[in-house]
T-cell receptor, first 114, second 113 residues
Framework: GALVYQYPRRTICKSGTSMRMECQAVGFQATSVAWYRQSPQKTFELIALSTVNSAIKYEQNFTQEKFPISHPNLSFSSMTVLNAYLEDRGLYLC??????????FGPGTRLTVL | QQQVRQSPQSLTVWEGETAILNCSYEDSTFNYFPWYQQFPGEGPALLISIRSVSDKKEDGRFTIFFNKREKKLSLHITDSQPGDSATYFCAAVMNYNQGKLIFGQGTKLSIKP
């Protein structure tokens, strides 16, 4: 079946430091990968979306300078949160879409900033 | 501006009853609507979805009713079970070729045994 793995599941970093998280789609061919953040008491905010044969597109309020993303192929993606501060805490979700419209999410990486 | 709205924010029903979760949207170009189920500490799992060309989608105890004219849809969970207790998110997609989902704020559902 289609699975999306994320690593690490939880991470704690000091304010002003950076942390990297990874995402891997297994069991299906991903045509797009999207990173979302679910902040406390909030719904999902799209950070960036990358599709086949196109550049990574960042949403308003999110920049490549703050959330650089690397994806050697659509089955694997990594994102770094640079200079993390309190407002960056939350659950970071990776969603990978198959050749249809179904988007599968990983369990998320929960970021705590001290 | 919230493009996808859900109500109620929280809902409690007795085991065996039907839970009804509501969702509405603003942009008429949205054409695909997945519902996700999320348990505490986990990522959202795709539960059921509907395309705008349909007005009903059924999968076991879960049914989506879709009203394109009113830009509303609802998720009905019949014979509710304690294991259905979770937060349910309605989402919308406007471009079939993209993976961009617009999520609602979620409805926290509690099933009392």
């Amino acid at each position: 079946g289609a699975l999306v793995y994320q690593y690490p599941r939880r991470t704690i970093c000091k304010s002003g430091t950076s942390m990297r998280m990874e995402c891997q789609a297994v069991g299906f061919q991903a045509t797009s990968v999207a990173w979302y953040r679910q902040s406390p008491q909030k719904t999902f905010e799209l950070i960036a979306l990358s599709t086949v044969n196109s550049a990574i597109k960042y949403e308003q309020n999110f920049t490549q300078e703050k959330f650089p993303i690397s994806h050697p192929n659509l089955s694997f993606s990594s994102m770094t949160v640079l200079n993390a501060y309190l407002e960056d805490r939350g659950l970071y979700l990776c969603g990978a879409r198959d050749w249809g419209v179904r988007q599968y999410f990983g369990p998320g990486t929960r970021l705590t900033v001290l | 501006q919230q493009q996808v709205r859900q109500s109620p924010q929280s809902l409690t029903v007795w085991e065996g009853e039907t839970a009804i979760l509501n969702c509405s949207y603003e942009d008429s170009t949205f054409n695909y609507f997945p519902w996700y189920q999320q348990f505490p500490g986990e990522g959202p799992a795709l539960l059921i979805s509907i395309r705008s060309v349909s007005d009903k989608k059924e999968d076991g105890r879960f049914t989506i009713f879709f009203n394109k004219r009113e830009k509303k849809l609802s998720l009905h969970i019949t014979d509710s079970q304690p294991g259905d207790s979770a937060t349910y998110f309605c989402a919308a997609v406007m471009n079939y070729n993209q993976g961009k989902l617009i999520f609602g704020q979620g409805t926290k559902l509690s099933i009392k045994p």
